[in-house]
């Protein structure tokens, strides 16, 4: 059974970073891409960030230059660092591990303040 467990979300001013953390499990992920995306109340799940298998990054607009999306292949383990944060950076993020299907982390809650 595929398992995503997600750490590292909290609470941080404004211009202040945090780094995310997705370990998966329950099978070898090293061919599929994984990412995170953000959700606030109300809108739809958007993508933030993604690394294919060959560590090839793709960001959304908002978020380049300021993130950093890496991946440990031997950890099955997904990286978000996030520098220079806004408050419309505030959202739930989700992992994401997309091989042959999606599988979803339960989220993590990061609050920028301003």
């Known amino acids: 059974q595929v398992q995503l467990v997600e750490s590292g979300g909290g609470l941080v001013q404004a211009g202040g970073s945090l780094r995310l953390s997705c370990a998966a499990s329950g099978r070898t992920f090293t061919n599929a891409v994984m990412g995170w995306y953000r959700q606030t109340p109300g809108e739809e799940r958007e993508l933030v960030a993604r690394?294919?298998?060959?560590?090839?990054?793709d960001y959304t607009d908002s978020v380049k230059g300021r993130f950093t999306i890496s991946r440990d292949n031997a950890k099955n383990t997904v990286y978000l660092q996030m520098n220079s944060l806004k408050p419309e950076d505030t959202a739930v993020y989700y992992c994401?591990?997309?091989?042959?299907?999606?599988?979803w982390g339960q989220g993590t809650q990061v609050t920028v303040s301003s």
């Open positions: 994401n591990v997309r091989i042959s299907k999606n599988y």
């Open positions: 690394i294919t298998s060959l560590r090839t990054p």
